[in-house]
């Protein structure tokens, strides 16, 4: 009886184990790609590059949640990881990436934006700051294919180090890469950041945004948006282009 009422009891445990992972799948792996990219920059030399992990900064009342962030003699390295496997495929001005897995698609949010986000937030914060060269960097972690269309950094982690250190003009001397690294330091409010309101707030904006493009607006400056036909398929464009150069497959 003893011994039923232990299995019993692990095949809770299992159970609760696996529920528990389905409903924060995509978070783990999040989290361990980005463990993954900080165990690598730990391998930069400490005395050209300095490195913040899971930085928030804010910006009015919104936050900005970057992975990682070196601060360096070469300039801000802004990094965006993604965890994910399969076909991933986008443009560079497009709303959304497409991860296709088998038969099986998925959008997810362009993580060349996002990163876009992350040096604006920077730049408002940093005021005061001048001639900073920031280098934004999207690296995939997981069993990926990159099939993208951009000028921006879009590389596989074992890139990295390599993307890095191809820098080599310096643009901040010690006293203001120093300087810059205290600053952003005393503004980093990860440990007070609530991630569930960062989220609410996203989607919130993702909401009005799908709003408009559903409507055939542009909702970066209000014009039509009209279908093209591109290397990936057909896809909806800005009719103010090249003033404005947005885009999404959204259809």
């Known amino acids: 009886m003893l011994d039923l009422n232990v299995n019993i009891w692990i095949l809770i445990i299992v159970i609760a ?8 799948r995509r978070r783990l792996k999040g989290v361990i790609g980005e463990k993954t990219i900080a165990w690598k920059l730990a391998r930069l030399p400490k005395s050209k590059y300095m ?6 900064l804010e910006v009015g009342d919104r936050a900005s949640q970057i992975d990682h962030l070196i601060v360096s003699n070469f300039g801000l390295f802004v990094i ?7 076909w991933i495929l986008g443009y560079e001005n ?7 897995i088998y038969s099986r698609k998925e959008r997810f949010y362009n993580p060349v934006r996002q990163n876009l986000g992350h ?6 914060n940093l005021v005061g700051f001048y001639k900073i060269n920031y280098i934004p960097i999207v690296v995939f972690t997981g069993d990926t294919t990159l099939k993208v269309e951009s000028d921006s950094g879009v590389i596989y ?15 901040l001397l010690d006293i203001e890469k120093e300087a810059i690294f205290d600053k952003i330091k005393s503004l980093n409010i990860s440990r007070k950041f609530k991630r569930s309101d960062h989220i609410r707030s996203i989607r919130k904006r993702e ?3 799908s709003r408009l493009i559903d409507g055939y607006l542009c909702p970066n400056c209000g014009g039509a948006l009209v279908i093209r036909s591109g290397r990936f398929g057909k896809f909806k464009g ?4 090249p003033n404005c150069k947005f885009t999404t497959n959204n259809r």
């Open 207 to 209: 909401y009005e945004r």
């Open 157 to 171: 982690s074992g890139q990295l180090l390599r993307t890095i250190k191809a820098y080599k003009e310096v643009t």
């Open 17 to 24: 184990l696996a529920v528990i992972y389905s409903v924060y």
């Open 80 to 86: 965006e990881t993604k965890n994910l496997k399969g």
């Open 238 to 241: 800005c009719n103010n282009f």
């Open 119 to 124: 040096i604006r937030a920077l730049k408002a």
């Open 94 to 100: 497009s709303e959304y990436w497409t991860q296709i």
């Open 51 to 56: 490195v913040i992990n899971n930085l928030v």
